[in-house]
């Protein structure tokens, strides 16, 4: 392994005093909320901006840094593109509104409440309809590393069979989803779609759910060539994970997208 030093990652700049991306320091939990939120927001507009909509499916959350019992989630039936800051809501694990004004999805909340409820390390987790996502849940396969980018996602996601294509609207749906995310940060929900959590940020779920999606296209492309794709061997999988696929790493790589929307889409913040 290389010596990072204090360093978190080999992409973090060893000489000073350049430009590059510092993860924030909180002076109060109210400031820490506040960013959490937009941070939320500017993930919800990213996936507006990958297409990863489809109507009124798909949720994200992040605990409050206060009341981690509760989560900030998107508002039910409102397109991604229009998430902004006061339309967000603030739900418990029983599915209450706790605040805001919209009403919260119901499958969102008995997937992700199961989540958090049983995961009290993870902050964040992404879940949407995609058409790749989607389309490689209907295989039951689990990704493999054919590529540098799926080799972030090696050794660190499941694959769900169980209750696999049944709409998660009953309370006892979500207790698969959160039992198979002990210790990774993606799941593949056979015959649904995609599913990303962190125990770092809502950034880094975002991120990994937006390559996630990216890496399902790759191997989907590979298969309809028909071409024999070389796998790349477990210990070099393992290597590019190490340094492409943490959570910080999945932070970081948000960032650009998170500079981009506050600078294009402004009325997020509204």
């Known amino acids: 392994m290389l010596d990072l030093g204090q360093r978190k990652s080999i992409y973090q700049p060893e000489q000073q005093d350049l430009i590059f991306p510092e993860e924030p320091n909180y002076a109060t939990p109210a400031e820490e909320r506040e960013d959490r939120k937009r941070r939320l927001v500017a993930a919800c507009r990213a996936f507006a901006q990958h297409g990863l909509d489809y109507g009124f499916a798909g949720h994200l959350t992040i605990r409050d840094p206060e009341r981690p019992d509760l989560y900030w ?11 902004r800051m006061s339309n967000l809501i603030l739900v418990d694990h029983e599915g209450t509104v706790v605040e805001g004004r919209h009403a919260v999805n ?4 008995v997937l992700h409440a199961a989540v958090h409820d ?3 390390d ?5 879940h949407a309809h995609t058409v790749y996502g989607t389309a490689f849940a209907a295989t039951g396969r689990a990704l ?3 590529t540098q980018d799926a080799c972030a996602f090696f050794e660190d996601h499941v694959v769900i069979g169980k209750e696999a294509g049944k709409v998660a609207v009953e309370n006892a749906a979500g207790t698969d989803v959160a039992a198979a995310f002990k210790g990774v940060k993606a799941a593949i929900h056979q015959n649904h779609g995609l599913f990303t959590a962190s125990r770092h940020s809502i950034d880094a779920a975002a991120f990994w759910f937006i390559a996630l999606e990216r890496c399902c296209q790759q191997q989907l492309a590979i298969d309809a060539s028909g071409s024999q794709s070389i796998r790349v061997p477990d210990d070099k999988a393992r290597y590019s994970r190490e340094h492409v696929g943490s959570e910080y790493i999945g932070w970081l790589h948000f960032q650009p997208i998170l500079d981009h929307l506050l600078q294009s889409q402004p009325d997020m913040l509204a």
């Open 73 to 83: 989630t998107n508002p039910m039936a409102v397109h991604f593109a229009q998430v």
């Open 106 to 109: 119901r499958a969102g909340f």
């Open 118 to 120: 049983a995961h009290p």
């Open 122 to 126: 993870i902050l964040a987790m992404c």
């Open 144 to 146: 493999e590393p054919v």
